[in-house]
């Protein structure tokens, strides 16, 4: 087992403050290492070193047992080192072909060769069991084939080590399977690979190595087999977790909140019937596009539908209005927090105070009584333990994905909805912030809101739920109101056409 | 200063000890005002006449119309939209307003306007002589901009149509109806009461002789004016809509991120539709005072480069062309720079030809400062 | 219903060449003449200014930029080279390549600002405007340029029997299509327009893509303003103001996105000839000379407003594919939970 690369004692600061410290890593050639940590426990610092993002202040690295010092991306490339980002760096409006050489065209007689280009992507794309014309524009793709294409991109220069960060974060269960696939059978013709992710069961079930970060430093490290789970959540988070999820304390009342009833839309969803009570967390299971997000846009008055009756507490609700919905007692937090979440660039204070700007709203021109919305936007703040400085002047995207997410929250509670739809709202957070997100429902539930609760991680769902409704293809294909649930049941009714077939 | 806007949050995140007077110049509100002042004063020993109440009062009468216009122009900016149609507004109102209040018209003139026989007569306008007539005109000229701005609110929010693309064929055809209106002639003759808002003074400052029996008329200058309390109502009044109302809040909410916007209840259609109507009132507002000054309704009144005035101005003041960021104190002071600089230029006897080149330059020597201290103040925090 | 559905979106789909005959159909049964060849020709002749100086525009929309200094590029570029022609006897050929060298030189001028000093462009583009006009009417003092008359025997030149202008149009947009559509530039043009900081990961050149752009969009102008003068030989003071509008407005009636990274060579084309087309249409039936441009306006409306009809059910229809169309397959025997975010797949 030979040492493809090590890194002796790297060190990184920005302007004086670590991100790395003293980090000795051995990476062996024709294994998967797993590279585990939360936020900003320098796991991109490290590689973005590896990569010649940007140089190490302190500390070496070799290559082959030969000095590697890479001054860009691009030099990282010449050694055979291949980065693939988290978001990734394709254009929607080129062909597939073209994502794939974008930086490096073939050229004949001053033009580009295109038919070696898509000879050369075919190859790539077999590779991957990819079925694509290279001709394809890559908005015509899925998710999954698009993070395919960036591998592609990745194995045109030959690499001989390859970084994933966070490949998964965008994959439903059959596209991170066959990227499983992809990233042992590189494994298997003697490729490197460095698998970076906070989806701790996709590390154990990748990974020949594991190496944990944290604070900057290298916390441990070893083969897969010698890690167990709850051992890297120790590691991860420096104490021991005693759990996962919180203890629930809400118990569901009789009254319901939220009632759909037979809600249809031609090629979305059908004859969806949906009950949720006080106090009570309904949890919405399914695989991606099975309508659960359709559902809750179209219960939201965002989305139109054919048929179908929304009642809140007995009202029955008409018209296609968001604005409507606020006002009886909604309350959304999507799953895209940058594009439909937050004001990114508008102020913590401004993001918190936006629904419910109406109800400090004075005389007729509606002036806005701001500093008592300061005052109360402060005071939600801090309720919710939002790391911030100055909620009033500091933009919503400097902070970290899990305290933007207490953002989203705190904005609805202001107005103390009586339902909470919530969709996916752990995603892209780590793992002390999930704890807080489940907490923060567990309180919503208790203080007598009902919660819908959607997401594609069977576990919190499990965890933190009274019920659960399982989607497949826009029907519900199961209710399971018994706790404790049963996963494969669960599963069964998420993939019951399948089983059928 | 208020806390609430989005655009205020840089000035606050700074820590004061470093601050120095550069450094709290540079990263101020008032940076273009201390632009434009600092621009007067060096030019100031080389044009003596630039400080002469005269001119003084000359620079401030040409700001108000543009300040009316651009007021509307940073709403619609704010929202991420443009208003390019503002122009044709300013012209279309100023002949439907002249055709309905004129006292008289001639046929050797007006014969080939369609609106000749049905609106307009040797004997004046429809509401010429009626002791409504100016009030009930300027309600008309406002319906008629209102209307204008609710098309262009309606193709951008319902239709989804490309603001820039919805307002320049605005610029075109309903700047091109205007002059069809009247088959491209001015319409004159207009009551003494409307005059007044172009012209009209409330304080005027003699510095002559105090013993000369009667005051030559051009030796009065004017400093307060109709125009002036117009426009600074009308700024004032945006000023407090944009900055302390739910309404202004909507806006810029709208302008940063739409879809989030929605989500969170606000009504964006409705609010992006109410701007567009807005900045068409305000240019409607604009030609008034165009078209009371001119004692005349001329179709191309907003025409040529009037419109990058507007436009160049409030995008100086610190407005941004792509939404969620902009004041009306910015576009105050963006407006006085654009009046200033024009003023300077003519004042520097030079010919008209070189107006153009230097105009261009300054405009540029502004972006320039504007750019410079973006980055110090990105610098400043990083 | 459904084949009603199918026919509204292929209508939808094809809006701009469904307008273009339309618009065809209906000033030709008004007026048979309007059809026949020769009045074709003209319409492309007389679009060519305008399409000439949208080919370069349609590079800088789809990298998501503006420049409004086409028309006063229109003005001083010929300007420059007419004087060389007067006052040096400089041949017609070479005050061509003048033109556009002087084109060139105001497209560096521009992109000096936006890409070295990072001024956005649409404030650059509107100094430069001011800036170019002054420069010109400085050198003329305002007075009207005649050209020496060779520059007409150019201007209305025919090679094969075509006129000069079509023959210059054409070679620009071939031009333009296998530059954008064959060459590593073009191709990075559009990943610009598309993302930018997505293309400087990439490694692309951006400053220097960008820069390129404004140096086209500049020779164009050059060029198109100095054909136009060629076929009138004097050059009026006012010439070219305002015309910054229209050029923007047949590229993106053509179908390039004024937010980048949409668009093609044959946009300038498309939309420029639409664009002629109304207008030689107009003047073909009597319509009164002032009520011209409020149709030409309503014409313009339409086509966006078909476009955004489009982009509308184009977005519908994708949002759609949940039910019928067959999505996950697998085997049920996995033990391990599908734990990956889902949403739409559709939404973007």
Not at chain 2, 119 to 137: D, N, R
Not at chain 2, 327 to 351: A, E, Y
Not at chain 3, 148 to 158: I, K, M, Q, S
Request: glycine share 10%; net charge neutral; aromatic share 8%.
């Amino acid at each position: 087992m030979s040492i493809l690369l090590e890194t002796r004692g790297l060190t990184k600061s920005f302007f004086g403050v670590p991100a790395l410290r003293d980090v000795s890593l051995t990476i062996h050639e024709g294994r998967i290492l797993g590279l585990i940590g939360e936020n900003g426990a320098g796991k991109s610092t490290l590689m973005n070193v590896v990569d010649g993002v940007f140089p190490a202040t302190d500390g070496s690295m070799f290559l082959r047992g030969l000095p590697y010092q890479p001054r860009s991306p691009a030099d990282a490339t010449g050694h055979g080192i291949a980065f693939i980002h988290q978001e990734l760096n394709l254009f929607s409006n080129l062909t597939v072909a073209e994502n794939i050489f974008v930086d490096a065209f073939p050229m004949r007689a001053g033009f580009i060769d295109r038919r070696s280009m898509r000879r050369e992507t075919e190859r790539l794309l077999a590779s991957l069991d990819l079925e694509i014309a290279p001709d394809t524009l890559l908005d015509r793709l899925a998710p999954g084939e698009r993070q395919l294409v960036e591998i592609a991109k990745a194995l045109r220069s030959n690499p001989q080590l390859i970084i994933f960060d966070e490949p998964t974060s965008s994959l439903t269960a059959r596209e991170t399977e066959r990227l499983f696939e992809v990233i042992r059978r590189l494994r298997d013709e003697g490729k490197t690979l460095i698998y970076i992710s906070h989806m701790l069961s996709d590390v154990r079930a990748l990974s020949d190595d594991i190496a944990v970060l944290r604070d900057g430093e290298l916390v441990g490290s070893g083969p897969a087999e010698e890690l167990d789970t709850s051992r890297m959540i120790e590691l991860m988070i420096g104490r021991e977790l005693a759990q996962l999820y919180p203890p629930k304390t809400a118990a569901p009342g009789r009254d319901p909140v939220l009632r759909v009833a037979a809600m249809t839309q031609p090629g979305v969803v059908q004859d969806v019937d949906l009950e949720v009570r006080a106090g009570e967390i309904v949890g919405l299971f399914g695989l991606m596009g099975a309508g659960r997000t359709e559902l809750a846009r179209m219960v939201f008055g965002l989305d139109e539908f054919a048929h179908g009756e929304i009642r809140i507490g007995g009202t029955l609700l008409r018209g296609q209005s968001p604005t409507d919905r606020i006002e009886h007692g909604m309350a959304f937090v999507t799953e895209n927090r940058r594009e439909e979440g937050l004001l990114m660039e508008s102020t913590i204070a401004d993001n918190i105070a936006l629904v419910s700007l109406a109800s400090y709203a004075r005389t007729i021109l509606r002036f806005v009584d701001a500093p008592k919305l300061s005052a109360v936007a402060q005071q939600m703040a801090d309720d919710l333990q939002i790391k911030a400085h100055d909620i009033g002047g500091q933009p919503a995207k400097s902070l970290s994905g899990g305290n933007q997410q207490k953002v989203v929250i705190g904005k609805w509670l202001m107005r103390q909805p009586k339902l909470f739809v919530l969709d996916e709202p752990t995603r892209g957070v780590d793992v002390g912030a999930k704890y807080e997100i489940y907490s923060l429902m567990d309180r919503l539930a208790r203080e007598g809101s009902g919660v819908l609760f959607i997401s594609s991680e069977v576990e919190e769902l499990m965890a933190m739920c009274d019920r659960i409704l399982v989607m497949n293809r826009g029907e519900v294909s199961g209710e399971f109101g018994e706790r404790p649930f049963k996963q494969d049941q669960l599963l069964r009714a998420a993939f019951r056409e399948d089983l059928a077939a | 200063m208020s806390t609430i806007e989005s655009g205020s949050a840089p000035a606050q995140v700074g820590s004061k000890g470093w601050a120095s007077p550069v450094r709290r110049v540079l990263l101020s509100e008032y940076f273009v005002l201390y632009l434009t002042i600092v621009y007067f004063l060096i030019l100031l020993p080389f044009l003596p006449t630039l400080s002469n109440p005269q001119n003084l009062s000359n620079v401030l009468s040409n700001m108000w119309p543009l300040l009316a216009v651009a007021v509307g122009q940073t709403l619609v900016l704010t929202i991420a939209g443009i208003d390019l149609s503002q122009g044709s507004v300013i012209g279309l109102t100023s002949v439907v307003g002249a055709a309905l209040i004129a006292t008289a018209a001639s046929s050797d003139v007006l014969s080939n306007s369609v609106l000749w026989g049905l609106v307009i007569t040797e004997q004046g306008g429809l509401f010429a002589g009626k002791s409504w007539a100016v009030p009930a005109g300027i309600v008309a000229m406002l319906l008629v901009g209102a209307l204008i701005g609710l098309i262009n609110g309606i193709a951008v929010a319902l239709l989804r149509m490309p603001p820039f693309m919805v307002t320049l064929v605005g610029l075109i055809a309903f700047g091109a109806f205007a002059i069809f209106l009247t088959q491209s002639e001015n319409i004159r003759n207009l009551p003494d009461a409307y005059i007044a808002l172009g012209k009209g003074d409330i304080v005027s400052v003699y510095l002559g002789e105090q013993s000369t029996p009667q005051i030559p008329r051009r030796q009065i200058y004017s400093f307060i004016t109709y125009p002036m309390i117009i426009s600074i109502t009308l700024a004032v009044f945006a000023h407090f809509l944009l900055s302390r109302t739910m309404f202004g809040r909507h806006v810029y909410a709208v302008g940063a991120n739409r879809r989030a916007a929605e989500i969170s209840g606000v009504p964006a259609k409705r609010i992006i539709i109410q701007v567009f109507v807005f900045s068409a009132v305000c240019a409607t507002i604009g030609g008034i005072l165009f078209s009371a000054r001119l004692e005349a309704g001329r179709p191309t009144l907003g025409e040529g480069t009037f419109l990058l005035d507007v436009i160049g101005a409030t995008v100086i003041g610190g407005t941004s062309l792509f939404g969620g960021k902009g004041k009306i104190v910015w576009t105050f002071f963006g407006v006085l720079f654009f009046v200033l600089l024009s003023n300077t230029l003519n004042l520097m006897n030079l010919s008209s030809f070189h107006i153009d080149m230097v105009k261009g330059s300054v405009i540029l020597a502004a972006a320039l400062l504007d750019v410079t201290r973006r980055r110090l103040l990105a610098g400043g925090l990083a | 219903m459904n084949r009603l559905d199918q026919l509204r979106s292929q209508l939808l789909r094809n809006s701009t060449l469904v307008m273009f005959v339309l618009i065809f159909l209906f000033f030709g049964l008004q007026e048979p003449r309007f059809l026949q060849p020769e009045s074709l020709g003209n319409i492309i002749k007389q679009s060519s200014f305008i399409g000439i100086a949208a080919v370069g525009m349609t590079f800088v929309l789809l990298t998501a930029g503006i420049d409004l200094s086409v028309g006063s590029v229109m003005y001083l570029a010929p300007l420059i080279a007419g004087f060389a022609m007067r006052n040096y006897g400089l041949d017609v050929e070479f005050a061509l390549v003048l033109a556009i060298f002087a084109g060139l030189v105001m497209g560096a001028i521009n992109a000096f600002f936006i890409v070295v000093l990072r001024i956005i462009p649409f404030i650059v583009t509107l100094s430069t405007l001011f800036f170019f006009r002054g420069a010109g009417t400085f050198l003329t003092q305002s007075r009207q340029l005649d050209f020496p008359r060779e520059v007409l025997d150019f201007g209305l030149a025919r090679v094969l029997g075509i006129p000069l202008p079509i023959i210059i149009f054409a070679l620009v947009v071939a031009a333009a299509f296998v530059t954008l559509t064959r060459t590593p530039f073009g191709r990075h043009v559009y990943a610009v327009g598309n993302d930018i900081n997505a293309a400087r990961k990439a490694g692309i050149n951006v400053d220097w893509i960008v820069f390129r752009v404004y140096l086209i969009s500049s020779a164009c102008a050059a060029l198109a303003g100095f054909i136009v003068i060629a076929q009138i030989g004097r050059l009026d003071q006012s010439f070219g103001e305002g015309r910054e509008f229209d050029v923007i407005a047949a590229a993106v009636l053509g179908g390039a996105s004024l937010f980048g990274g949409v668009g093609s060579a044959l946009s300038p084309l498309i939309g420029a000839t639409m664009i002629q087309t109304v207008k030689a249409g107009l003047i073909f039936n009597g319509t009164n000379l002032y009520a011209q441009p409020i149709m030409l306006g309503a014409v313009i409306f339409a086509a966006v407003l078909f476009d955004s009809l489009r982009q509308m059910n184009l977005q519908k229809s994708r949002r759609r594919f949940i039910r019928p169309i067959q999505t996950e397959t697998e085997p049920a025997e996995r033990n391990k939970g599908p734990r990956h975010p889902a949403g739409a797949a559709a939404r973007t």
